[in-house]
């Protein structure tokens, strides 16, 4: 049970280059989200799936594009990507967001993203 | 709205001294709140976690947190923290209306040996 999984780990893009960043879980779950840690300012979500199929904006989605084809992975992508997006990418999962124990979200290891 | 406060950007303690950090919430119904823990180059574990019941949650690592709702509180404690407790703390709430978790900007604990 690896839990949550991020491809790549690491990785420089230069202005204007695409990615797409792969989140897996193995749990089962079918919450899964995408945030961004930026210093002094926590993490901030950008897109989140209550399902597979399923997609919807965080707080800060612009520049960003996900997709959940499968109930076990959620892809980050970036289009275009800009300076301002070099941050470390977050992926969580949890079970279906119903209450009780079903919030907690899982995380993964990270993926850090400069971007020149 | 709701909201997640951390006073505290950075807090430095010794080795073997108590602990305590500060989490306020906005939240208009009973808020599900959570700490977790990030060290460096890692992702979030989390410690603890309150949804109901008794206030005072007891998590891992020796943690624990008490719930007061007078206060808008959720603040963190360790009786002795340890070397090992040196890692960033993120206290956060599930916004339920919207089926995510909002978190707070994080307080970095450092331990004086």
């Known amino acids: 049970n690896a839990g949550v999984t991020q491809t790549p780990k690491f990785r420089v893009l230069k202005t204007g280059q695409s990615m797409t960043l792969l989140c897996a879980q193995d749990?089962?779950?079918?919450?899964m989200y995408w945030y961004r840690q930026d210093p002094g300012m926590g993490l901030r979500l950008i897109h989140y799936?209550?399902?597979?199929?399923?997609?919807a904006k965080g707080e800060v989605p612009d520049g960003y594009n996900v997709s959940r084809l499968k109930k076990q992975n959620f892809l980050l992508g970036l289009e275009s990507a800009a300076p301002s997006q070099t941050s470390v990418y977050f992926c969580a999962s949890s079970y279906n967001g119903g209450g009780a124990d079903q919030e907690t979200q899982y995380f993964g290891p990270g993926t850090r993203l400069l971007v020149l | 709205a709701q909201s997640v406060t951390q006073p505290d950007i950075h807090i430095t303690v010794s080795e073997g001294a108590s602990l305590e950090l500060r989490c306020n919430y906005s939240y208009g119904a009973t808020p599900y709140l959570f700490w977790y823990v990030q060290s460096p180059g890692q992702g979030l574990q989390l410690l603890l976690k309150?949804?109901?019941?008794?206030?005072l949650v007891q998590g891992i690592k020796g943690f624990e947190a008490e719930f007061k709702r007078s206060q808008s509180s959720f603040n963190l404690r360790k009786p002795s923290v340890h070397w090992s407790d040196a890692a960033e703390y993120f206290c956060a709430i599930w916004y339920s209306s919207a089926s995510k978790i909002i978190f707070g900007s994080g307080t970095r604990l450092s331990i004086r040996p």
């Open positions: 309150y949804f109901s019941g008794d206030t």
């Open positions: 749990m089962n779950h079918e919450y």
């Open positions: 799936s209550v399902g597979e199929g399923t997609t």
